[in-house]
């Protein structure tokens, strides 16, 4: 099971580097809107949409990704923040209990526009900033990876404290704070190969702080998803991971907070 998952994962993320390197920022947009499409019909299963409904929420967020790029990137990232900051409460305060955002179809829509669209406009806004070098949005993915992997090896060495045992009982404390200072230490090093003025390692190691803990609540969210939908997976697309939610729901919490971030510091 080990090997598959670290194959997997290696092949993928290859790929996913490669295409992100190499294509135009139109190509890695239909790539990464392929991605986000399959993701949305894997989350309408998770919130309990029936098969038809499903494909309405795919059609839906193929035409909410478009329509996002005519919107002011800063507004779409806002509304993620702050929809990012509601779930954290949908983590910690609610935990395994049905809250309004299972209990309500309109909401389970809502909420799967706000994980979505947002992450996939902030990638292409990254890519759009440099297409021919997009370092900014591979060192975010090698935040996040890293906090994840080395999250994933700690807890299972070191794990001993629950960080959420009512919503993924498997993740620990040990292993949260492990994979917080990987991405801090990934954050720091990428400020310096990032090269882009007004980013310092002192700046990388704080920004690489926040997208672990950002991740986390990206994790975790989906993860309460798949309790309540009584799934271990919410697929079956990636042998060793489950499906492409399962691998993108960490960065659907990060990009918004690092789309943000890199604005703030002036870095367009």
């Known amino acids: ?13 290859v790929a996913l580097l490669v295409g992100l390197w190499f294509l135009n920022t139109i190509g890695v947009a239909v ?12 989350w309408a299963a998770l919130v309990g949409l029936g098969s038809r409904t499903r494909l309405v929420f795919v059609v839906l967020i193929l035409f909410l990704g478009l329509a996002s790029l005519r919107l002011s990137l800063s507004a779409v990232i806002l509304a993620a923040i702050v929809w990012w900051v509601w779930a954290a409460g949908e983590v910690f305060v609610f935990r395994d209990q049905v809250s309004p955002l299972w209990r309500y179809a309109p909401v389970k829509y809502l909420s799967g526009a706000l994980v979505l669209v947002p992450a996939w406009r902030g990638c ?29 090896f700690a807890g299972r060495a070191l794990g001993r404290h629950r960080l959420a045992p009512r919503v993924s009982p498997g993740k620990s404390v040990e292993g949260a704070l492990a994979g917080i200072m990987g991405a801090a230490a990934a954050g720091g090093i990428g ?14 190691l704080v920004l690489g702080v926040a997208i672990a803990m950002a991740s986390i609540v990206g994790d975790l969210l989906e993860s309460k998803a798949k309790r309540l939908a009584a799934v271990k997976d919410s697929g079956r697309l990636l042998p060793g991971h489950g499906g492409i939610l399962d691998r993108i729901d960490a960065l659907t919490a990060a990009i918004p907070l690092f789309v943000w971030t890199m604005r703030y510091l002036g870095v367009r």
Do not use: C, H, N
């Not at 997997?8 to 993320?13: I, P, R, V, W």
């Open 1 to 13: 099971m080990l090997k598959e998952r670290l194959l997997t994962a290696l092949l993928a993320g």
């Open 191 to 204: 400020a310096l190969w990032v090269g882009v003025s007004g980013l310092t390692v002192g700046t990388g």
């Open 124 to 152: 292409v806004a990254l890519k759009s900033q440099d297409p021919s070098r997009p370092a900014l949005l591979i060192w975010l993915l090698i935040m996040v990876w890293t906090a994840d992997s080395v999250a994933y």
């Open 31 to 42: 790539l990464l809107g392929v991605v986000t499409l399959l993701a949305a019909f894997e």
